[in-house]
């Protein structure tokens, strides 16, 4: 099993930045692909980012370039910097998991475990 606790959240107005962050427990944090997803109300939770242990990263169009995802094996964390925040990126953000390194998962099926969310709120 893996536990994931995340971080970060909170209320910024559009243009600005947040960093969340994500701490695992429980087995070897390097054999595992991470990923951050969101779920606004009443729409599907969406893949964002995610990176292997080799720090191979993958992106969705929608946060290309705006936000970055990365890792710190020795502390057990995972990371999101967003900048350049618009309102339509209000949503809760989740932290996901899989055993393995291949690229490119981007499913929410694909991801076993999974963190309580934190809340991100971009004011217009």
């Known amino acids: 099993q893996v536990q994931l606790v995340e971080s970060g959240g909170g209320l910024v107005q559009a243009g600005g930045s947040l960093r969340l962050s994500c701490v695992a427990s429980g087995r070897t944090f390097s054999d595992y692909t991470l990923a951050w997803f969101r779920q606004a109300p009443g729409k599907e939770r969406e893949f964002l980012a995610a990176l292997n242990w080799i720090h191979s990263t993958w992106y969705a169009d929608v946060v290309k370039g705006r936000f970055t995802i990365s890792r710190d094996n020795a502390k057990n964390t995972v990371f999101l910097q967003m900048n350049s925040l618009k309102p339509e990126d209000t949503a809760v953000y989740y932290c996901?998991?899989?055993?393995?390194?291949?690229?490119?998962?981007?499913?929410?099926?694909?991801?076993?475990?999974w963190g309580q969310g934190t809340q991100v709120t971009v004011s217009s």
């Open positions: 996901a998991a899989r055993f393995g390194s291949a690229l490119g998962a981007r499913s929410r099926g694909q991801y076993q475990y």
